[in-house]
């Protein structure tokens, strides 16, 4: 029987923006299907998933490419049913492509939390940090951010899917340039947009989708 992996995202699947670099840094084989939070909505209901006051703000794409920003109680309540549901399916390994803060879904099959894989891997590399840098999608998000244990952090935002990110990150990596590492905290950043950061802040620099690459080979393999 063939190795059968899930992912979900925050957004609508397919993810032909992220899963194929994901699946692209993975040197184990398997069979990958996705789910979306926002699957077979249409704009009014996605419209009606906004934030509302004082809840977390969560950014994601649609499938036509368009950027949305979502409440996270509304998105949580859906995973939480989609992940439930996957969970009977005799799946592997499921795995949530979002980096925001979440609580435990009690899956009987393993669970990658794009979250857990990321803030624990860059406590351990950054144990001895004076200051990590955090560049998250949305500037509503830069006052919510769930922090790095006691790690201190300095954070900045710049969207993954504006026209014009690149310049938006090479701001974002100069005002972090007296950090000790960057994370960028959301699944939209791409390994290139890494790297326009770390050469903009000559800093190492860390984008989860590789991150979490390597920890779907780990559970695997």
């Not at 009606?48 to 950014?59: S, T």
């Not at 490419?65 to 439930?84: F, N, S, Y």
């Not at 955090?134 to 769930?146: N, T």
């Amino acid at each position: 029987m063939s190795v059968r992996v899930a992912f979900v995202t925050i957004g609508q699947s397919p993810r032909s923006d992220m899963l194929p670099e994901i699946l692209a840094h993975c040197s184990v084989a398997f069979e990958a299907i996705e789910r979306g939070a926002l699957d077979g909505l249409d704009d009014a209901q996605i419209a009606a998933l906004a934030p509302k006051a004082h809840q977390g703000h969560l950014l994601t794409r649609l499938r036509d490419g368009r950027d949305v920003i979502v409440g996270k109680p509304a998105i949580e309540q859906r995973l939480q049913t989609i992940i439930k549901d996957l969970d009977t399916q005799g799946f592997d390994l499921l795995v949530l492509l979002c980096t925001g803060h979440f609580d435990r879904f009690g899956t009987s099959t393993p669970l990658l939390h794009a979250q857990h894989v990321v803030d624990h891997l860059v406590q351990g590399l950054a144990s001895d940090a004076e200051r990590v840098g955090i560049i998250l999608p949305s500037p509503d998000q830069v006052s919510e951010f769930h922090g790095l244990g006691n790690l201190p952090v300095k954070v900045v935002s710049a969207s993954p899917y504006a026209p014009d990110h690149d310049a938006a990150l090479r701001e974002a990596g100069t005002a972090l340039a007296d950090t000790d590492i960057i994370v960028l905290h959301c699944m939209g950043f791409t390994e290139a947009m890494r790297r326009v950061v770390s050469d903009a802040a000559n800093r190492p620099a860390l984008a989860p989708r590789r991150l979490l690459a390597h920890a779907i080979d780990i559970m695997l393999s």
